[in-house]
């Protein structure tokens, strides 16, 4: 049986992977695939909302409350449609980091109940 450390560590490593990965060289200021794939029209934008599901998936099985599910949903949907605008988009998307938000959710609402 999976644990739930286990869990909120690949919740936060992909949250850090498609948010923070890698430091823009000059700057404090990182990013990571979600603007990167976000280039690609359309099909990006899908791509990176779809591995944003997966945080969404393990909070589900991890039983958090459900207006928790809700949130990060809303934030994966505010970042593909925004995301999805030609070069502003792309902007938006290195700076809403909505995984690492949503990782920050999942993780706020499994202490919450301990």
Sequence with gaps: MD???AALGRIRTVAHILD?????PGTTL?????PI???????GDFAT?????????????????????VRPLANIAV??????????GD??????????KN???VAAAISERQ
């Design 3 to 5: 644990t739930e450390p």
């Design 20 to 24: 923070e990965s890698v430091r823009i």
């Design 30 to 34: 990182r990013i990571g695939l979600d």
């Design 37 to 43: 794939i976000g280039l690609l029209p359309v099909a």
């Design 49 to 69: 909302a779809v591995c944003s599901l997966y945080i969404v998936a393990e909070a589900v099985r991890l039983g958090v409350p459900k207006q928790t599910v």
């Design 79 to 88: 970042d593909t449609m925004l995301g999805s605008v030609p070069v502003v």
């Design 91 to 100: 902007f938006f998307d290195a700076y809403w980091k909505a995984n690492v």
């Design 103 to 105: 990782a920050e959710l």
